[in-house]
């Protein structure tokens, strides 16, 4: 059996674990890198990103222009594909590699809860109303104009595939194709925390997601979600007032991509700041604070009490992503800008609590899909394909 995944961006350690390498080696599966960064339009910035992986790990072939490719393909008969690019390739897209011989997997290890978000003509008044005050009315007249053009090429866009693995019921496959029913990344690491015992700390986590200096701000060019001199000096007053109120610490999950230095634990007031651990630090909280990260998947598999924090920034520059959370959650959302000092905060933790079935079986796992890691269920299901 041979697999190949189509990158066109970096490929780190934490890829190498997330997409189960060593599991495909230790079961005599070929696995390669197909990398097409070269050839994308848009440059990306890899400034501020993880290492890649080491070489000696995984084999990676470069294509450093187009005829490469076609010298390539003829080790693309029979073997699996899984498009990982983010960039569009009108010429090279899953329908040509499908029509090479390559056997297309579409991977839903990561689905998004917008995916499910239907939204009202309030909701399109509130965006374009949050755009006008952020961009002003120009920008936003383009903006308006490529979110439809996006939406057109992306009902063009060649999208072939034989096999899909979904994570959740809005991910499966509405055509017929072969179905491989699996969980997202999340879940394979909430199964490795299962067993372990609980930490007798009593404590609050905030899931910090980057909404400042988000690396994926700088690679893609993109703007912060929140300046640095408005969005810290709110989420200090908010978490005082919680810790006064509920009588329990704050330690912040920061983002695995962020690099934790003096001047980040004086933006958190000093607070205690860990990395690479927000499952572990969630499945021992009493309580999670979070924006729109999707370390939130957590929060629902230990079904810890959870409240949503935004702001006006957030609002204005993620106010789909926040409103969808609120209609999965029928969660009540903590706007920091507004007085919040004689809200039952404990009571508002518990609202989203009767949601997290429904929640594990669109986004996370359906009650069918089996109980070990993704890696596994997906060699599993390559397997019975070919037979």
């Not at 890829?15 to 060593?22: K, N, Q, T």
């Not at 604070?289 to 929060?299: E, G, K, Q, Y």
């Amino acid at each position: 059996m041979k697999i190949i995944f189509l990158i066109d961006a970096t490929f780190s350690e934490r890829d190498f674990v997330r997409f189960g390498l060593a599991t495909f080696a230790k079961n005599n599966i070929e696995v390669s890198l197909w990398d097409f960064s070269l050839l994308r339009r848009d440059k990306i910035s890899k400034v501020g990103f993880e290492s890649e992986v080491e070489r000696n790990k995984v084999n990676r072939y470069i294509f450093e222009n187009f005829k490469d490719i076609n010298h390539k393909i003829k080790h693309i008969d029979k073997a699996f594909v899984i498009d990982q690019r983010s960039a569009i390739f009108q010429n090279y897209s899953t329908c040509w590699f499908q029509e090479k011989g390559a056997i297309i997997v579409r991977l839903h290890h990561s689905p998004k809860v917008m995916s499910i978000w239907k939204p009202t003509i309030k909701d399109y008044f509130i965006i374009l109303q949050n755009n006008t005050i952020t961009d002003g009315a120009k920008k936003t007249a383009k903006k308006v104009f490529y979110y439809f053009y996006k939406i057109l090429s992306e009902r063009n866009k060649m999208d072939c595939y034989d096999i899909n693995v979904s994570s959740g019921s809005v991910s499966q496959s509405k055509n017929g194709k072969f179905e491989i029913n699996s969980h997202n990344f999340d879940y394979d690491i909430y199964l490795n925390e299962k067993g372990k015992k609980l930490n007798s700390k009593n404590y609050i986590v905030f899931l910090e997601d980057g909404m400042v200096n988000h690396p994926d701000y700088q690679k893609l060019g993109m703007p912060s979600r929140a300046s640095d001199e408005i969005y810290y000096p709110l989420l200090r007053s908010f978490f005082d007032c919680v810790e006064k109120k509920i009588g329990l610490e704050i330690i912040v999950a920061v983002h695995p991509r962020l690099n934790i230095d003096e001047g980040m634990k004086n933006k958190f007031g000093e607070r205690e700041l860990i990395s690479g651990k927000s499952s572990e630090l969630v499945k021992n909280a009493k309580l999670v604070l979070v924006h729109n990260s999707t370390s939130i998947n957590f929060a629902v598999l230990w079904r810890i009490p959870l409240i949503v924090v935004t702001t006006d920034e957030i609002e204005r520059s993620l106010y789909p992503q926040m409103e969808i959370l609120t209609q999965i959650l029928k969660n009540t959302r903590v706007n920091i800008n507004q007085s919040y000092h004689d809200m039952d905060f404990l009571s508002i933790a518990q609202e989203p609590i009767p949601q997290y079935n429904d929640f594990i079986e669109k986004i996370i796992k359906i009650n069918e899909s089996p109980i070990q890691n993704s890696t596994e269920i997906l060699i599993k299901g390559l397997e019975k394909y070919v037979q």
